[in-house]
T-cell receptor, first 116, second 113 residues
Framework: DAKTTQPPSMDCAEGRAANLPCNHS???????VYWYRQIHSQGPQYIIH???NNETNEMASLIITEDRKSSTLILPHATLRDTAVYYC?????????????????FGKGTHLIIQP | KAGVTQTPRYLIKTRGQQVTLSCSPI?????VSWYQQTPGQGLQFLFE???????NKGNFPGRFSGRQFSNSRSEMNVSTLELGDSALYLC????????????FGSGTRLTVV
C-alpha cells in the first residue's frame, strides 16, 4: 500500500468545518483513498472512500486533487463528538485485481480536537 | 441491524496461558479481519479470512492464529501469552465483493499479567 502523510494533530472550533489533509504522493492508479476515525477506546469507524472524484455522504466530504497525490476530508459542521483520531489509508479494494488481502494499514493519523 | 460483536470485552490472563477471542460479523459479511492495537505500535493487521480461508497474515509470530467458520464467525487464538500481548484486539467485517468499508467491533481488551 502507498504511504500516507497526515499532520499529527489539529484543532477546530465547534460548528466550523474541519478540513483534514492527507498526502499520498505515491498512490497508484487503482488505489482508493479511505478515511476512518477512531474515537477513544472504540473500534475504528469507516467514514468515506473515493478513487478520483469528490465524494459526499452523510458524515463527510472527500476532496481528491486532480493528480490524486493528496486529499482532504471535510467535516462540514464539527461537533465535540467528532474529536477522534482520523486515519487516511490508500489501498486497492480486495475485490479488484491485485486487491489487498493484507487488511488496512493504519498510520498514526491526525488527532482532531474540536474546541467548544 | 446488529454490528460486529466481539466477546469477551475484557480478559485478564497469566503469562504462558492461551486465549481465544470470538468475533461475529455483520450478517451477510463474509470477510473478517483482525487487528492488534497497542500504544506503542498502533493498529496492526493480524490476519484476514474470507470463506473460511486465511487470505493473508500480518507480521506476527506463529503463536497468533485464527480461523473462520462456515457461518463467517471467526476466532483468534494466542498461545503462550507474553506481557507484550496485552492489547486491544479488534475484529472487522466487510462485504468483500463491494466496497462499503470495514465495520469494526468494540474490541477485546486483553491484559496479560
Amino acid at each position: 500500500d502507498a504511504k500516507t502523510t497526515q499532520p499529527p494533530s489539529m484543532d477546530c472550533a465547534e460548528g466550523r468545518a474541519a478540513n483534514l489533509p492527507c498526502n499520498h504522493s505515491t498512490i497508484s492508479g487503482n488505489e482508493y483513498v479511505y478515511w476512518y476515525r477512531q474515537i477513544h477506546s472504540q473500534g475504528p469507524q469507516y467514514i468515506i472512500h473515493g478513487l478520483k472524484n469528490n465524494e459526499t455522504n452523510e458524515m463527510a466530504s472527500l476532496i481528491i486533487t486532480e493528480d490524486r497525490k493528496s486529499s482532504t476530508l471535510i467535516l462540514p459542521h464539527a461537533t465535540l463528538r467528532d474529536t477522534a483520531v482520523y486515519y487516511c489509508i490508500v489501498r486497492v479494494p480486495p475485490f479488484m485485481a491485485g486487491g489487498g488481502a493484507d487488511g488496512l494499514t493504519f498510520g498514526k493519523g491526525t488527532h482532531l480536537i474540536i474546541q467548544p | 441491524k446488529a454490528g460486529v460483536t466481539q466477546t469477551p470485552r475484557y480478559l485478564i490472563k497469566t503469562r504462558g496461558q492461551q486465549v481465544t477471542l470470538s468475533c461475529s460479523p455483520i450478517s451477510g459479511h463474509r470477510s473478517v479481519s483482525w487487528y492488534q492495537q497497542t500504544p506503542g505500535q498502533g493498529l496492526q493487521f493480524l490476519f484476514e479470512y474470507f470463506s473460511e480461508t486465511q487470505r493473508n497474515k500480518g507480521n506476527f509470530p506463529g503463536r497468533f492464529s485464527g480461523r473462520q467458520f462456515s457461518n463467517s464467525r471467526s476466532e483468534m487464538n494466542v498461545s503462550t501469552l507474553e506481557l507484550g500481548d496485552s492489547a486491544l484486539y479488534l475484529c472487522a467485517s466487510s462485504l468483500f465483493d463491494r466496497e462499503r468499508g470495514y465495520t469494526f467491533g468494540s474490541g477485546t481488551r486483553l491484559t496479560v499479567v
